[in-house]
């Protein structure tokens, strides 16, 4: 059976041998084994939250006993186990590197060079303290999705907010763009006129655009792949938005269903930004195109593919683990300060003003061609 073990530095695979009786210390003593991290410093879960934790002793209180039955934590084959260890009284990167190689060589070129300079590695800091959504927004979203589209295939949005003062990011509403989703692909297209009036409307209400949207479809979470946060495809709409955005604060949602202890399903949310190294990325144009401009052909949601080579884990590689792209961010609930009645006013308002505006338009044009066709006509008098 294949564990994943996320922590502050990626994504592990550890191969369990014996599932059946395999307990947490069998997990804790493989990472010593395999990961080289030593068994006391570790606080395992499978909740994700312990990724968040502040010191040691948070992290403990979210680790249960190490003498519980991995079949017992709801664990199969591909599930994944969150890890939690202090950076500052130990850090992977001090291991002593690989024996190097001594197989034929090539010639160094300018992009060789480029290349190693830059490092793919997990980012502990978010620029957004809080994702926070409000109530209705957010279950209006997830009602969609439920009842309308049973999340069957993905659905995306542009988040509208506030920034706060200390980097929190407040959700108003969300604008659901023209699109089209599919199970395991989200195609979106974009109107600029329509974006421009959602753009209106919002700084109406002192909001702008502040983050992206996407729902899993259940036919992803049903596949052969194995478990992961978020897709290849995902990442890349991601990182372009945030890109575009030039916001600090910018956040990526993700909207899942995910079956509960009771046999029940939960709607679950989780905020995320892209990192800075992902969003750099992005700009420079290193990220491969779907059809594999990278290393293989074919498809893997799991992974990132790059144009040229990145150092992962001190290693050369043109694929990165998604979740070296991803930093985590709490996120809340609030309810937003306005009614309906206040944005439909606003609305009405701006519609209104559009209508004049086109009115004013062609009364102008009107005058313009009368104008010009009196002149013509004066022309022709002998």
């Not at 939250?49 to 591909?78: N, R």
Request: with cysteine.
């Amino acid at each position: 059976m294949i564990i994943r073990i996320r922590s502050r530095d990626g994504v592990d695979r550890l191969d369990v041998p014996d599932p059946s009786s395999a307990t947490l210390a069998t997990i804790i003593s493989l990472i010593e084994t395999h990961l080289h991290i030593p068994s006391h410093l570790q606080s395992l879960s499978p909740n994700q939250s312990i990724l968040l934790s502040k010191s040691p002793s948070d992290a403990s209180s979210l680790s249960p006993d190490p003498s519980t039955p991995l079949s017992s934590l709801g664990l199969s084959h591909g599930s994944i186990l969150y890890l939690y260890y202090d950076p500052s009284s130990f850090s992977r990167t001090s291991l002593p590197p690989p024996p190097p190689s001594f197989g034929p060589r090539r010639k160094m070129t300018i992009d060789d060079l480029v290349a190693r300079q830059v490092r793919v590695v997990r980012q502990d800091s978010p620029h957004c303290s809080l994702a926070s959504f409000d109530r209705d927004s957010a279950h209006s979203f997830q009602l969609f999705l439920s009842e309308s589209l049973a999340f069957s295939v993905k659905r995306g949005g542009f988040l509208y907010g506030r920034v706060g003062d200390e980097g929190e990011v407040w959700v108003d509403f969300i604008y659901e763009p023209p699109q089209h989703g599919m199970d395991g692909r989200l195609v979106i297209t974009r109107d600029p006129e329509e974006e421009k009036l959602v753009e209106a409307i919002a700084a109406g209400l002192g909001m702008r655009k502040v983050g992206f949207i996407v729902s899993r479809s259940i036919g992803e979470d049903r596949g052969t792949d194995g478990e992961y946060t978020m897709t290849a495809r995902e990442v890349r709409l991601a990182a372009e938005y945030q890109a575009e955005s030039g916001l600090a604060e910018w956040v990526t949602v993700v909207v899942k269903l995910e079956v509960n202890e009771d046999g029940g399903a939960d709607v679950h949310f989780e905020a995320f930004q892209m990192s800075d190294v992902c969003v750099k990325l992005w700009k420079d144009g290193w990220f491969a195109d779907e059809e594999g401009e990278g290393e293989g052909k074919e498809y893997d949601p799991k992974v990132t593919k790059m144009k040229k080579d990145v150092v992962v884990g001190g290693k050369d590689t043109k694929v990165v683990d998604n979740d070296f792209f991803l930093v985590v961010v709490k996120i809340a609930d609030h309810e937003v300060g306005c009614t309906l009645d206040d944005v439909f006013f606003l609305i009405r308002s701006v519609l209104h003003c559009y209508v004049l505006y086109v009115l004013f338009y062609l009364l102008i044009s009107l005058t313009v061609r009368m104008m010009d066709g009196r002149r013509n006509s004066q022309d022709q008098v002998p």
